[in-house]
C-alpha cells in the first residue's frame, strides 16, 4: 500500500489548511486511517483517525479545531485543520491500518506562523 499525502504550507495563526491523503495498491480490509504529526524536538503523536465505519478520535489539543473525514470510494482521508496555532506545527504524516500492521507517507510540512 502506498500513501501519498498533500495540502501542507504556509498559514498564519487562525488561518486554516486541509491536508489529504491517498490510498493507493493493496487497499482492501483497510481498517483506519489518519494523521500524526512530529514538532522538532517532540516525539510523534496522534492527531486524528477515523476507522472504516466512520468512528472518529482525536488529540486533545486539537478537539473542536480539526476535523477528519474519509472518502471510502475515493480511499482518501482528509483533515480539515482551522483555528490553527504556532503550536500545530510539525510534519504531518497520514497513516492506515490494515490487518494490524501500520503503513505511513510521506510527511508534509504545516507551518503556523506570522
Known amino acids: 500500500v502506498q500513501l501519498q499525502a498533500s495540502g501542507g504550507g504556509l498559514v498564519q495563526p487562525g488561518g486554516s489548511l486541509r491536508l489529504s491523503c491517498a490510498a493507493s495498491g493493496s487497499i482492501f480490509n483497510i481498517n483506519e486511517m489518519g494523521w500524526y504529526r512530529q514538532a522538532p524536538g517532540k516525539q510523534r503523536e496522534l492527531v486524528a483517525g477515523i476507522t472504516s465505519g466512520g468512528s472518529t478520535n482525536y488529540a486533545e489539543s486539537v478537539k473542536g479545531r480539526f476535523t477528519i473525514s474519509r472518502d471510502n470510494a475515493k480511499n482518501t482521508v482528509y483533515l480539515q485543520m482551522n483555528s490553527l496555532k504556532p503550536e500545530d506545527t510539525a510534519v504531518y504524516y497520514c497513516?492506515?491500518?490494515?490487518?494490524?500492521?501500520?503503513?505511513w507517507g510521506q510527511g508534509t510540512q504545516v507551518t503556523v506562523s506570522s
Open positions: 497513516y492506515l491500518v490494515k490487518r494490524g500492521a501500520r503503513s
